[in-house]
């Protein structure tokens, strides 16, 4: 297999950002606060990670609320310590103890010498095994060698070492299930550094290596059969890494089909980089902020699926029936949490993927709620829809005003009685003045159409005259050019 | 065809029976030597006047000679007005048309004549009838029609260019009347401005649109100027500019994009306070194209394009609300003046079926009035006729068109061209013959039926 040039290219990203993982968390300036009117249970909803995901959503945590940072700090260590990243280490301990207010913690120099002793000999390990393989030119010792040096990367969080590695492995890859085993890998590092617009190159090269296997089954029936479990948990990973991706574009309406169509099994995917109820947040999240209620409906509720998601996070099985219900104050109030704003959901904020588009989904969520409600009526009362949604009247009223500019209400607005009216219009009269509309246009562009010839046919077509330089321009307007001012 | 070389000669041939083709083309050969125009000018013997001696309408060619050379020949002498007037009421189209060239020199010498009296408008009359006449059919292009316009221009007649602009422009040639592409742009450009300057925005917008889309391979300094005006007559009809449309050749579009009106045509219709700070910053630029007015009056239309966003969203909204709408900051907004303007302004938009409206006046507090938006009433009955009237018009094009299909059709140039196309499929016949011999005559036969078929579908 010859190695495309484009495959060895790095990411940007990834080039940019070689230092600590840590740094490489886009940190958006905000703070969350947790109290009983935000309950967060830290310590059960890290417990369900592992891994590095685990550290680092900690970490994002301990950044965004005070409250809880010591606290989260202190479990992002408990976690380093047990992992060969020093680097990180160094940093989050640093950041604990710059905390106002903290107990100084000791910096564990027995575990940060040893470790990089570790770290040392492990890569000179792997360096020399790959000069041998490489010297010997065994394909798959090589391709193997890489996978190590790359996975031996991660594990310290040097991310663009890691990537590098594994794309280099791509030239070794002698058959299908190597191109998935590498892009799997691949898609893991991308995904923790939230890269998410380089997931798509190779989502697709995997599932056309996960297709070209195919054919395999009936020759060789065993590991990437189609209908294998192994097959099954291979798409499911690539349709989460896929729907990651249209959620990191905002695209929230195909994020919403992705996840959606989730197969149950995540493979060891499964509390490394994701867990279940994640999974059943960020789809109902998107597909209510992105889809009709009757789609919602098929697709949500009555899918097999993601039914088992759903019954992770048994709040998010609220939250779809009362939206289902039109109890519009109930769902943004399990939104937020039992709190009067919208932006405020701890649960929310805090998830590493889901932060950046907490407020525009809410927003988009909020909306098709408003529509929804206004939908069966002529008129109604402003003060009545504020009530329905738990909003203040002047925040509802500066709502339904840009609503209608956007042209996804149409009605108009009594502010003398605050009312809501919905516009009434008659299709015929429209329709007549359409048409008129049309007729007149047609005639004048056909009569333009015909002087346009004429002009052509007699020939009296711009031209730069002859013997001058290119465009014409030279050209002055004698004949008197009035100003206008004196013609107030 | 003789050779003139005397004053007498002209009147002379003018008075035979020579046909007026010979004429002419005696008296162009006269005037392409260099003693032809004095000539021409100069008085007979004794300073008799050679008109004299020509009737105006059968020996038109001669006076037209004759009048041009001496209207525009310095020190010539001068020729009463009344006789200008009474030749343009006068002449004989047909012969006039024999020198076209000479029918435009003679318009601009009467436009000069009418300069030197300090009394422009003299020339619209003359040259008015000189055009109608002229012209083979109403909306036929002459160079008289540019003239006419930059006369009414230029003497702030606008009315008088009225009968002429709104006649659309169907027909061109240029045998008879010399135009070339500036005399086009000049016309629409002109037509514009006299649109404009009567308020008549729309007509405006579509002479300027016209000047901007003439064909060409590039762009012109006349559209450019045509292109700032067409931007700020767009704003002050719709609130906002439109794009291009599709057949502005792409050199033009590409000139016409880098133009600080742009800043302008975004903000519109922002509040008149910040319209009017773009105006300030780049005064000299405006003034330098003459389009300061144009612009104020933009501005002073801004707020009624804000009032119309209103409509679309409130049914009902009180006049202080309106007054912050198109104020700029709220503190101006609530001053007694304010109110007034404001007030004023949803008057005159009601007045001119602009905006559908009430307003329920409360005298102790102005600011407090209401204004309920209605929507526009619809039409009482649909009525036919004007729906007949358009299907009318387009029907009248689609025949125009059709007409101007055939011509091409029996065209020359074309005709070649097709005959040339099936030459060329003959001969490809012939080598596919040449090469399939194996296969024997029948494969020739085929393939000609085939082509033949297709030939015959082409021609239907």
């Given at each position: 297999m010859t190695s495309t040039p484009e495959d060895i290219e790095l990411p940007e990203a990834a080039q940019t950002t070689a230092g600590p993982s840590v740094a490489a968390l886009k940190v958006t300036a905000g703070q969350v606060v947790v109290d009983e009117n935000h309950p967060f249970d830290l310590d059960a909803y890290l417990s369900s990670y592992s891994g590095r995901t685990a550290y680092m959503r900690a970490v994002f945590i301990a950044q965004r609320c005070p409250s809880l940072a010591p606290q989260?700090?202190?479990?992002?260590?408990?976690?380093?310590?047990?992992?060969?990243?020093?680097?990180?280490?160094?940093?989050?301990?640093?950041?604990?103890?710059?905390?106002?207010?903290?107990?100084?913690?000791?910096?564990?120099?027995?575990?940060?010498?040893?470790?990089?002793?570790?770290?040392?000999?492990?890569?000179d390990r792997l360096e020399v095994d790959l000069k041998t393989y490489a010297a010997n030119m065994i394909k798959e010792s090589v391709r193997l060698s890489h996978r190590e040096l790359g996975r031996y990367y991660y594990s310290t969080g040097d991310y663009a070492a890691a990537l590098r590695n594994h794309m280099k492995s791509r030239e070794f890859c002698t058959n299908a299930s190597h191109v998935i085993e590498m892009c799997i890998s691949v898609l893991e590092i991308l995904l923790e550094?939230?890269?998410?617009?380089?997931?798509?190159?190779?989502?697709?090269?995997?599932?056309?290596?996960?297709?070209?296997?195919?054919?395999?089954?009936?020759?060789?029936?065993?590991?990437?059969?189609?209908?294998?479990?192994?097959?099954?948990?291979?798409?499911?990973?690539?349709?989460?890494?896929?729907?990651?991706?249209?959620?990191?574009?905002?695209?929230?309406?195909?994020?919403?089909?992705?996840?959606?169509?989730?197969?149950?099994?995540?493979?060891?995917?499964?509390?490394?980089?994701?867990?279940?109820?994640?999974?059943?947040?960020?789809?109902?999240?998107?597909?209510?902020a992105s889809l009709s209620r009757s789609a919602i409906k098929a697709a949500v509720l009555e899918s097999e699926t993601f039914g088992y998601y759903l019954e992770q996070e048994p709040y998010i099985r609220d939250i779809l029936d009362a939206y289902m219900g039109s109890k519009f104050k109930d769902v943004l109030l399990l939104m937020e949490r039992y709190s009067a704003s919208l932006f405020h959901c701890a649960r929310h904020l805090l998830d590493i993927h889901l932060a950046h588009h907490v407020p525009t989904l809410a927003q988009q969520i909020r909306n098709r709620a408003l529509v929804l409600y206004f939908q069966p009526f002529a008129t109604v009362h402003l003060e009545r829809m504020a009530a329905a949604f738990g909003m203040e009247l002047t925040d509802m009223e500066a709502n339904i005003v840009k609503l209608i500019e956007e042209g996804l209400i149409k009605a108009r607005i009594d502010s003398q009685n605050k009312i809501l009216k919905a516009k009434d219009h008659d299709p015929r009269v429209e329709l007549y003045n359409r048409a008129v509309a049309a007729g007149l246009e047609t005639e004048a562009s056909t009569r333009k159409l015909l002087w346009r010839m004429k002009l052509l046919q007699a020939d009296i077509v711009i031209r730069a005259p002859k013997g001058q330089r290119g465009d014409g321009r030279q050209d002055s307007l004698q004949s008197g050019l009035i100003g206008w001012d004196d013609l107030q | 065809m003789s050779t003139l070389s005397s004053l007498n000669d002209v009147v002379t041939i003018s008075h035979s029976n020579v046909p007026p083709p010979n004429i002419a083309n005696a008296l162009k050969s006269l005037v392409k030597r260099e003693v032809g125009d004095p000539l021409l000018a100069s008085l007979g013997p004794e300073n008799s006047d050679p008109l004299a001696h020509l009737h105006q309408t059968a020996h038109t060619l001669a006076v037209l000679y004759i009048l041009s050379a001496r209207l525009n020949t310095q020190g010539a002498a001068p020729v009463p007005f009344e006789y200008i007037d009474s030749f343009c009421a006068n002449f004989d189209p047909d012969q006039a048309r024999l020198a076209p060239e000479r029918v435009t020199w003679l318009a601009k010498g009467i436009e000069d004549l009418a300069d030197r009296n300090q009394n422009p408008r003299l020339a619209i009359g003359p040259i008015r009838n000189l055009m109608s006449r002229y012209a083979p059919s109403k909306g036929f292009f002459t160079s008289l029609h540019v003239i006419l316009l930059?006369?009414?221009?230029?003497?702030?007649?606008?009315?008088?260019?009225?009968?002429?602009?709104?006649?659309?422009?169907?027909?061109?040639?240029?045998?008879?009347?010399?135009?070339?592409?500036?005399?086009?742009?000049?016309?629409?450009?002109?037509?514009?401005?006299?649109?404009?300057?009567?308020?008549?925005?729309?007509?405006?917008?579509?002479?300027?649109?016209?000047?901007?889309?003439?064909?060409?391979?590039?762009?012109?300094?006349?559209?450019?100027?045509?292109?700032?005006?067409?931007?700020?007559?767009?704003?002050?009809?719709?609130?906002?500019?439109?794009?291009?449309?599709?057949?502005?050749?792409?050199?033009?579009?590409?000139?016409?994009?880098?133009?600080?009106?742009?800043?302008?045509?975004?903000?519109?219709?922002?509040?008149?306070?910040?319209?009017?700070?773009?105006?300030?910053?780049?005064?000299?630029?405006?003034?330098?194209?003459?389009?300061?007015?144009?612009?104020?009056?933009?501005?002073?239309?801004?707020?009624?394009?804000?009032?119309?966003?209103?409509?679309?969203?409130?049914?009902?909204?009180?006049?202080?609300?309106?007054?912050?709408a198109i104020a700029s900051d709220v503190a101006a907004a609530s001053t007694p003046e304010a109110i007034q303007e404001a007030t004023l302004l949803i008057l005159s938009m009601i007045e001119q079926n602009e905006i559908y409206a009430t307003l329920t006046p409360t005298p102790d507090n102005p600011a407090a009035a209401i204004v309920t938006f209605r929507d526009p009433p619809p039409p009482k009955y649909f009525d036919p006729a004007v729906l007949e009237k358009i299907v009318r018009d387009a029907q009248g094009n689609n025949t125009q068109l059709g007409l101007l299909d055939r011509d091409v059709g029996k065209s020359r140039a074309y005709l070649n061209k097709v005959n040339l196309a099936s030459k060329a499929r003959m001969v490809l016949l012939g080598q596919w013959a040449v090469k399939d011999k194996e296969g024997g005559a029948m494969a020739f036969d085929d393939m000609a039926e085939l082509e033949m078929e297709r030939l015959r579908g082409d021609w239907d």
């Open positions: 989260a700090y202190q479990t992002a260590l408990a976690h380093l310590v047990q992992g060969a990243d020093v680097q990180s280490y160094v940093t989050i301990l640093s950041a604990y103890n710059s905390l106002p207010g903290a107990t100084q913690a000791p910096q564990d120099q027995e575990y940060v010498d040893r470790t990089i002793a570790n770290n040392t000999k492990e890569k550094q939230q890269n998410y617009a380089h997931l798509s190159t190779y989502i697709y090269k995997a599932e056309t290596a996960l297709d070209a296997s195919q054919p395999a089954k009936t020759s060789k029936p065993g590991s990437t059969g189609a209908g294998s479990p192994e097959r099954l948990k291979i798409q499911a990973k690539l349709e989460f890494a896929s729907a990651m991706a249209e959620m990191g574009a905002g695209r929230y309406d195909k994020a919403a089909y992705a996840f959606l169509k989730m197969k149950n099994d995540l493979g060891d995917w499964n509390g490394k980089v994701v867990t279940p109820s994640d999974i059943a947040i960020y789809g109902t999240l998107c597909a209510l | 930059r006369i009414c221009v230029k003497s702030e007649c606008w009315n008088h260019a009225l009968p002429i602009l709104d006649v659309p422009l169907s027909d061109v040639d240029k045998v008879i009347s010399d135009v070339n592409y500036l005399d086009n742009l000049t016309y629409y450009y002109l037509g514009g401005v006299i649109y404009a300057v009567l308020k008549r925005w729309k007509q405006a917008e579509e002479f300027f649109e016209m000047c901007v889309a003439a064909p060409g391979n590039i762009a012109s300094a006349v559209q450019l100027e045509a292109f700032k005006k067409l931007t700020l007559v767009q704003l002050i009809s719709y609130g906002k500019t439109r794009p291009l449309p599709k057949y502005v050749t792409f050199t033009t579009s590409r000139v016409l994009k880098q133009q600080p009106y742009q800043t302008f045509a975004k903000n519109y219709p922002n509040s008149s306070v910040a319209l009017g700070q773009i105006l300030e910053k780049d005064l000299a630029h405006f003034t330098a194209d003459g389009n300061v007015g144009l612009m104020k009056q933009a501005i002073r239309h801004a707020p009624r394009w804000i009032v119309r966003r209103l409509t679309d969203t409130y049914v009902t909204l009180s006049v202080a609300e309106i007054s912050k």
